[in-house]
């Protein structure tokens, strides 16, 4: 039976990609290589009684998505505080409520209590910014159509709109160093560092790496605001609405079912051939997988230009983030909403300076969160390529020093652990189809962001392939938990194709 579309990938991203494309009357045909629909979105069962979101605490899809598809998503349990943990038992926790977090602030510093409501305004509307910015076609540099420029130049008067002061702030915001952006606003060192650690979330740069002040407006946006805020049905249910919606416009999920390779003939996307031979033709392919993987192993370098072969090898992923999920008895003692082990701004540069070198991090930067009787810790820093022995031997060191880390800022924690399941890089590679590990599809950096990403001229989802598209988190307005990527696609594809 032949489709209008496959989309390769049952992610947040291809699931709203193929939701939009099934609105607009096309037969869609998802395929996913685990048994389960989600990609990075879902809620796993480890061993009976212990389940957790695998990957991401939280999770929220662009509120247009929602309504556009029609989504029946629960509103998140609660909006919680983030509490950085410092040295000294002493901790920092930022209310959602800017009133209550320049209290406890001012603790620290009476003037930075003063600054901080200026500050999360500031940042919420470089967060909308953002979001604008990722709403909005790239154009192909550096030859495009004044048709291709008009989003952009709208974009450019959005800018503008925010005011000569704020419109500075955010283009400089974005080449700046964390530890640079942070001193502009604030003089204590707890708050800075607490600060600078949501901004290195999920990739692999330091606070005093240049670009960090973008990955902090990135991370601010998709998570709105510092803390995590849970889905009521965990991460999981996120994806049960999408799937279901997608159902109920016509549209097939097949789980089990992995793609070998796209088919293609004449330069021309005709279908996939998944690993037990059977072939599945259509009209578009969409690929939900990280562009690397995309052009490498699903087209293959036989069917693409040398020049852009080479420039798919230089795509930089480099994962550096592993998942440590602990049962406890219920007296573990930590508090609800989001903790960070960040006490300062040199400590979450040594925790980096040990990935540079291909080590795991003995003095990590953590997040953790919880649910109920389960703990779920983030750790970085956990490179893809460990320099000495490989995943297998460093799993158990990844989990004792997550453990270890945590009990020596909430002492009494390590007495409840009852088990723990660790999720590596070398795991989200091969469970999880992130090529290194990476879970951003590749590095959220300033030399691959906005009209190069995911290469140079191939900011649109189109491929060299004709018929051939990129949805996943590895193009423009991709990177964590939103769908914006999958919905750029889709409306791309519709624009394309008729």
């Known amino acids: 039976m032949a489709y209008d579309v496959i989309i390769i990938g049952a992610g947040h991203n291809g699931l709203v990609a193929a939701n939009y494309l099934a609105k607009a009357g096309r037969k869609v045909l998802v395929l996913e290589r685990r048994a389960v629909a989600g990609g990075q979105l879902v809620t796993e069962s480890f061993a009976e009684g212990f389940s957790a979101d695998a990957l991401h605490a939280s999770a929220q899809l662009r509120p247009d998505i929602v309504v556009d598809l029609g989504l029946r998503i629960e509103a998140p349990r609660s909006n919680p505080a983030y509490t950085c943990l410092l040295d000294g038992g002493k901790r920092l926790t930022l209310d959602a409520d800017p009133s209550r977090a320049s209290a406890a602030i001012r603790e620290f510093s009476a003037r930075d209590a003063e600054c901080w409501p200026g500050f999360v305004a500031f940042m919420d509307r470089a967060a909308a910014f953002l979001d604008a910015a990722y709403r909005t076609p790239m154009p192909r540099l550096p030859h495009f159509t004044l048709r291709e420029g008009l989003p952009l130049a709208s974009l450019l008067w959005k800018l503008r709109r925010l005011g000569g002061r704020d419109m500075f702030r955010v283009v400089r915001a974005m080449s700046m160093s964390a530890e640079e952006f942070t001193s502009g606003w604030f003089e204590s060192e707890a708050l800075r560092a607490a600060v600078s650690a949501f901004a290195i979330h999920g990739v692999t ?170 703990v779920s810790i983030h750790f970085q820093f956990a490179p893809y390529a460990v320099r000495q022995g490989d995943w297998r031997a460093a799993r158990s060191i990844v989990e004792q020093r997550a453990i270890d880390t945590l009990d020596a800022h909430c002492p009494g924690f390590k007495s409840s652990v009852a088990r723990a399941h660790t999720i590596t890089p070398c795991d989200l590679e091969s469970t999880y189809g992130l090529s290194e590990g990476d879970l951003n599809h590749g590095q959220l950096i300033l030399d691959q962001i906005f009209f190069m990403r995911p290469l140079p001229g191939w900011s649109k989802h189109a491929t060299p392939v004709d018929g051939l598209y990129l949805c996943g988190s590895g193009v423009h307005g991709g990177g964590g938990i939103s769908g914006a990527s999958g919905r750029n696609a889709a409306k791309a594809i519709v624009e394309d194709r008729g």
């Open 205 to 374: 740069l330091g606070p005093m790496s240049a670009g960090t002040g973008y990955t902090l407006m990135h991370n601010w946006l998709n998570r709105g605001g510092l803390a995590h805020r849970p889905a009521a049905g965990g991460a999981g249910s996120i994806t049960v609405a999408l799937v279901d919606v997608l159902k109920a416009r016509g549209g097939e999920v097949r789980v089990a079912a992995e793609v070998r390779n796209v088919l293609v003939d004449g330069q021309r996307a005709r279908g996939v051939r998944l690993v037990n031979g059977e072939e599945i033709a259509a009209d578009c392919v969409i690929s939900a997988a990280d562009p690397r993987r995309t052009f490498l192993q699903l087209v293959g370098a036989a069917e693409l230009p040398p020049e852009f072969v080479w420039q798919a090898q230089s795509i930089k992923l480099r994962g550096c983030v592993a998942k440590v999920h602990v049962e406890t008895d219920g007296r573990h003692g930590l508090a609800d909403g989001t903790l960070a082990v960040a006490p300062s701004i040199r400590y979450l540069e040594r925790a980096y300076d040990a990935a540079k070198y291909g080590e795991i991090s003995a003095q990590p930067y953590l997040e953790v969160t919880t649910n109920g009787n389960v």
